[in-house]
């Protein structure tokens, strides 16, 4: 009984079922196992975004090179770097050797529709192509080139207009021309059309120009601007000043300068050098300075000026140094560097001194019943001419080859009021005075015979002396600059139009040499 019991709870194994089952457990644990599939568990590549296009122009014109532009650039959320594939179609037919984003003009022809296709690519994978289509479309006239002649009319002369090279139409299409004037800013409907503008109309100061409009009919009117302006002439000077203005932070008082190297402005301003920019800034260039009447810039680029407090000819450096060139020449208002490079000072008499050495030589010792109060030289350095303390007159003086006095002074303009205090020339020869008795800016004319006030505002405070303007920083060449001492060391400035008669300024037929 006990061995029966014992066969019950063991039963017999079925070998081939069993075999089968394990041979597929088998199998299933051994891949589960797989070592390529286990380093094969990281993320995907992404591939790039699809980018946005527009083209540039964005209708192109025949002949005209035009691009395709990734106006919204693809994003790669790996962080992977894009580049752009290009791939165009002209009417429809692949353009293979077109690999890049533009065309050229010789492939653009009216009419003509393009398809461009941009696929974008991280190296891995590309992203979904944008595509966008252009059509070569009509083409604008170029714009006329415009020249006026002359370049500076005067008045009496004609303007023509030129117009080369002539406007074209890309497209062969007829251009419509138009031209129009303006005279000093107001349309003139006589001249419309014209291409030249008559003698009879030009007159000094007038400014005349010009816009030729073209058009094909198809687009705005493409504009071409010119202008000129008539020029005053010697034998037609303006009337009066062409401006007149104070400027407040400017400092000056007798001497009045401009400095050759950095252009500013020197003067005095009762106890200092100072130089002044014409935008209104200013320092202190040489201090502890008491007294300074009229100065003048010598050939070596350093100033020559009167200091009465100390008696004597001075020379200012650059550096704001000075010393003494000439002592025992009494007292001086006037200092003017001639032609020779010598400097000529006067105070009812004109001493001439050698900036160099000192040595002095009187010119003039007198004019009965007047004082020499300034001198100058006329153009070609055969003439002194002397503004006096007195009765309102200028004289002149012939010199010879050396500036020695050929004649006694004798009386040359007159009129002008009885204290002078300043003399200057234009290119054309006319004298410039200011004189304190009737505060005013007089322009004697070259013969002597007509005295003209260039100035007439009462309000502007009298200009003491004068100089021209040296074309730097603002300070202009046509410009003549005063002296303010009686409106706290201000300087007035006074448009004439004609620049400096040292410009032209001879000596022994032979341009002066400084």
Known sequence: MLISLLLVGCPTPDTGDTAAADSG???????????????????ANTPPTTPGLSFTPAVPAPAVAFAVVVAT???????????????????????PELVDASVSGDRSVLGDTWVVEVTPTDGKDDGIPAESTVTVGNGAPSAPGLSLSPEEPIEGDEIVLTIDPASVDPDGDPITTTITWTKNGTPVAWFDGVTVIEKKWVNDQDVFEVTVAVTDGLHDPVLAVATVTAQYTCANPPAEALEDNTLADARAYHGIGFDGIDGTLIGWDGSSFIKSEYTGARRVFAPGIYNVEQMDRLPDGDWAYADNNVGALMRLGPGGTTSIIASGLGFIYGVATGPDGNVYVT?????????????????LSSIAGETAHAINFNLDSTVMYIATIGSGTVYEMDLDADLNAASTPRA???GMGGWMDGLELDECGNLYVPNYSNSMLWRISPD????????????VYYGHGVVWGNGVGGWDTTTLYQPQPYNSYGVREVRIGFASGDTVRTWNGSPAPW
């Open 347 to 363: 105070y009812g008499t004109v001493t001439r001194v050698n900036p160099d050495t000192g040595a002095s030589q009187v010119v």
């Open 448 to 459: 002597g015979s007509t005295n003209t006030r260039m100035v007439t505002a009462s309000s």
């Open 412 to 414: 040359f303009a007159t």
């Open 25 to 43: 457990e088998l199998v299933d644990t051994s891949d589960t196992a797989d070592t390529g599939e286990t380093g094969d568990t990281g993320p």
């Open 73 to 95: 650039p693809s994003t790669d959320a790996d962080g992977d770097a894009v580049a752009y594939r290009y791939a165009w179609a002209q009417n429809g037919v692949a353009v």
